[in-house]
């Protein structure tokens, strides 16, 4: 049974910087693809960043160029670099580990951007 680990967050002034890391157990890491989603209290929740199990990388608008997702399949962990945060990038960030059409997440870690 696949499992999934966040850790990461925090509290982070605006423009402030934070890695969030996400580690999988139970399974074989590299042949899932891998996203970072994000909700906020009374929202849908939003793809914020994909990676693939080749490494190619897809973001949501609001955090391109500020936003970098990554893979350690040495250490069956995916990253979620987060920059320039603003007040808006700071709902609860779920990963989710995809293969075929199924989906398992994260319980998920908190994200607060505030002065």
């Known amino acids: 049974q696949v499992q999934l680990v966040e850790s990461g967050g925090g509290l982070v002034q605006p423009g402030g910087s934070l890695r969030l890391s996400c580690v999988l157990s139970g399974s074989i890491f590299s042949i899932y693809a891998m996203g970072w989603y994000r909700q906020a209290p009374g929202k849908q929740r939003e793809l914020v960043a994909h990676i693939s199990t080749g490494g190619s990388t897809n973001y949501a608008t609001s955090v391109k160029g500020r936003f970098t997702i990554s893979r350690d399949n040495a250490k069956n962990t995916v990253y979620l670099q987060m920059n320039s945060l603003k007040r808006e990038d700071a709902p609860v960030y779920c990963c989710?580990?995809?293969?075929?059409?199924?989906?398992?997440w994260g319980q998920g870690t908190q994200v607060t951007v505030s002065s």
């Open positions: 989710d580990a995809n293969l075929g059409r199924v989906d398992s």
